[in-house]
């Protein structure tokens, strides 16, 4: 059974704390490996991945891969109070013929104290 | 480019009546998507669609059901609604071909279902 392992799965940090979030995976037909943000609406996109060790940075944000020890950490740096949200990890699995399915972690709720 | 659109944001029904969710795509956008979202489960893959054919279908009692139209537009509609469909019902609309890597998908602000 396709698998998708966040941890940890809450955390409480200050303004300014760098925070890494881990995303582990037993999968079959991998084919890229996705994050989200989600506050009380939408997920909305961060990254997504498909080679290891090639990071991906956006402001304070950054992500890398590890194909081979499969898993995958999300970096916030100098985090803010707008940072909190439930971050979601999920593997985008192909299932043939053009066809693909996320499969989620169950999220790190992250919250931001001023 | 206007965003992905649901219909109706909230819902609640009662036990075994059934529920139709409107899910409307990126312009463009040829493949829709659809999660089920709990607290105790998290999101979870329903089925997807595009160009009006289910291309892929997740681990859902047949009671959930979709199509999609000619404009891409899609339904999912529950039968016989139990306590346990509480949820919010989430679409997700991609360009829907392939290529290096994946597409990006892009969610709705999704519909909350609540069944008494």
């Known amino acids: 059974e396709d698998k998708v392992v966040q941890s940890p799965l809450s955390l409480v940090v200050h303004e300014g704390d760098t925070v890494t979030l881990n995303c582990s995976y037993e999968?079959?037909?991998?084919?890229?490996l996705l994050w989200y943000k989600q506050e009380k609406k939408a997920p909305t996109f961060l990254f997504m991945l498909?080679?290891?060790?090639i990071e991906k940075k956006s402001g304070r944000l950054s992500s890398i891969l590890d194909k081979k020890e499969l898993f995958s950490i999300l970096n916030i740096t100098a985090t803010q109070t707008g940072d909190s949200a439930v971050y979601l990890c999920?593997?985008?699995?192909?299932?043939?013929?053009?066809?693909?399915?996320?499969?989620f972690g169950k999220g790190t709720k992250l919250s931001v104290i001023p | 480019k206007a965003g992905v659109t649901q219909t109706p944001r909230y819902l609640i029904k009662t036990r075994g009546q059934q529920v139709t969710l409107s899910c409307s795509p990126i312009?463009?956008?040829?493949?829709v998507s659809w999660y089920q979202q709990t607290p105790g489960q998290g999101l979870q893959f329903l089925f997807e669609?595009?160009?009006?054919?289910?291309?892929n279908k997740g681990n859902f009692p047949g009671r959930f059901s979709g199509r999609q139209f000619s404009n891409s537009r899609s339904e999912m509609n529950v039968s016989t609604l139990e306590l346990g469909d509480s949820a919010l019902y989430l679409c997700?609309?991609?360009?829907?071909?392939?290529?290096?890597?994946?597409?990006?998908?892009?969610f709705g602000p999704g519909t909350r279902l609540t069944v008494l």
């Open positions: 498909t080679s290891s060790g």
């Open positions: 999968v079959t037909n991998f084919r890229s």
């Open positions: 999920a593997v985008a699995l192909d299932s043939g013929a053009g066809s693909y399915q996320l499969t």
């Open positions: 997700a609309s991609s360009p829907g071909w392939g290529g290096v890597g994946f597409n990006e998908q892009f």
């Open positions: 669609y595009f160009s009006e054919t289910q291309r």
């Open positions: 312009s463009g956008h040829r493949s």
